[in-house]
Each structure stands twice: as structure tokens, then as C-alpha cells.
């Protein structure tokens, strides 16, 4: 239990908001998401005759690839709301360190990933991307902040 009340910061309100949005996400390559996109169709530079030969093998295949990988992008949404609303929100900068480290592995990667395969969803990823690395910036933000308030008298955190 916490001797004192933390308020929500921007900083863990835009990462409750990257964890929300990589759960829906993940609840997409759960549940929406087709096994084959035409986007993959067109990296892949399949003809018909290639697609009709490995498509059913490749479809049943990837259904299962993307139910693991709907549960690791969920289960990361779910661990960026928790570490917002503890950790984070406690201003612990191993909370922030961590949070980068995350985000760039996860939801940064993925972004990168799908601008070097021209996805059609590149920049709803990079959007995401920005909001995760948006909260680890107003973390320091606001750590610089406060440090610099406890410091000079009359100054605001």
C-alpha cells in the first residue's frame, strides 16, 4: 500500500493507452485477422497456381502462428496497463527503463518490421510505436520536472 497518493501523470495514461491499444491488437490476431492478408499474398510474390498448391497448409499454419502471436501482443498490453498503474505511476525510474526497453522491443519492432515489408498497416503500428515512446519521454518529463521543483522553493512539480 502506498504511504502517498500518486495522481496519474500524462506519462502512465499515455502507456494505460499503449497497453490498451496493443491488447486490441492482440484480440485481432486472436480472433479477426485472416491467416492470409493480400498484403502478405503480394510480399510473398505468389502467383495463383503457388497459392493454390501451399495455401491451405500455409493458412492452417499461420492461424496458429497468430494465435501465439495474439496472445504475446495482449499479454504485453496487459503488462504496460499494470506497469502504468503501479511502478510507473510511482514514478520508479527502473519502471521507465524497463517501459523503453518494452516498447522498443515490441510495438517498435513490429512498426519497423512492417515499414521494411511495406504493410499496408505501417503507420497505424508506427502511431502506437509514438504513444508508447511518448510516455516514456513525459516520464523523464516529469521526473526532470519534479526533481527541479523539490529543489527550487515555490517552483510547481
Known amino acids: 500500500m502506498r504511504d ?3 495522481r496519474w501523470r500524462l506519462s502512465s495514461m499515455l502507456l494505460s493507452a499503449s497497453g490498451i491499444l496493443l491488447i486490441g491488437v492482440g484480440i485481432y490476431f486472436l480472433v479477426l485477422r485472416p491467416p492470409l492478408l493480400p ?3 503480394r510480399y510473398m510474390s505468389l502467383t495463383p497456381a503457388e497459392l493454390q498448391s501451399i495455401g491451405p497448409r500455409l493458412t492452417s499454419w499461420l492461424t496458429q502462428v497468430f494465435r501465439v502471436m495474439g496472445g504475446y501482443v495482449a499479454a504485453t498490453g496487459v503488462l504496460a496497463l499494470t506497469l502504468a498503474s503501479t511502478s510507473f505511476r510511482d514514478r520508479h525510474v527502473v519502471a ?3 517501459a523503453g526497453v518494452a516498447g522498443a ?4 519492432l513490429m512498426a519497423a518490421v512492417n515499414f521494411m515489408i511495406h ?3 505501417k503507420w497505424v503500428l508506427l502511431g502506437m510505436a509514438l504513444v508508447w515512446a511518448a510516455s516514456v519521454a513525459m516520464f523523464v518529463r516529469e521526473s526532470a520536472t519534479s526533481a527541479r521543483a523539490a529543489v527550487e522553493p515555490g517552483a510547481r512539480p
Open 4 to 6: 502517498i497518493p500518486y
Open 39 to 41: 498484403e502478405d499474398i
Open 96 to 98: 521507465a527503463a524497463g
Open 105 to 108: 522491443l515490441s510495438i517498435g
Open 119 to 121: 504493410s499496408d498497416f
